[in-house]
């Protein structure tokens, strides 16, 4: 059985990271973590864009745009979404992964889910590179894994 898979050796090519400003103490580390690891990787700095938009609801929309131009090689969704007293965390929430896949989806550019979805502040400040992690840095390792994958994989 042969098996194709990813690594983590330098990717080649550019990569967007579209990060919402809503819950910017949270989303700021995250961004942080990613282009941390993407240059730890060997991701040079000016192969690196960062995106911002409103909220995590406009995320995709901007994923969508940025993957179809074919000018990078992964995108990454960072945001933070905090459930409130209403239903509207739900629709934000779903819409971001919803939304984030069909940009992968119709692209075939590589886009990795980095929003943060929690019920409370303390989840996600746990998430943004406290006792739990940073899922800034977990959306870049995929990214990288994920291009070099489609790199073995051929167009
Ligand atoms: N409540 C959160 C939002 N809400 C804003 C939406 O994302 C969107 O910008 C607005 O509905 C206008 O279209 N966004 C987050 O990123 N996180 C939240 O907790
Ligand atoms: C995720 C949200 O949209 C949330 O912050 C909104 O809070 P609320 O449901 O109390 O309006």
């Known amino acids: 059985m042969k098996i194709i898979e990813g690594d983590f050796a330098t990717p080649k090519g ?67 979404v905090i459930r409130g007293s ?3 965390f739900d ?22 889910f980095g929003v943060l979805t929690t019920d409370s502040i303390e989840q996600a400040i746990e998430r943004a590179g406290t006792k739990a992690g940073n899922k800034g840095v977990d959306a870049a390792m995929v990214a990288i894994e994920m291009v070099n994958l489609y790199a073995k994989l051929g167009k």
């Open 14 to 80: 550019r990569f967007a990271i579209v990060a919402g400003r809503f819950n910017a103490f949270v989303v700021e580390p995250l961004v942080e973590g990613a282009r941390d690891a993407l240059v730890r990787h060997g991701v040079k700095e000016d192969a690196i864009d960062l995106i911002r938009v409103p909220g995590a609801f406009e995320i995709p929309q901007a994923a969508y745009k940025i993957a179809g131009s074919g000018k990078y090689a992964a995108v990454l969704g960072l945001g933070a």
């Open 86 to 88: 209403t239903p509207h």
């Open 91 to 112: 629709y934000v929430a779903g819409e971001a992964a919803k939304g984030l896949g069909q940009a992968a989806y119709a692209s075939g550019v590589p886009v990795s």
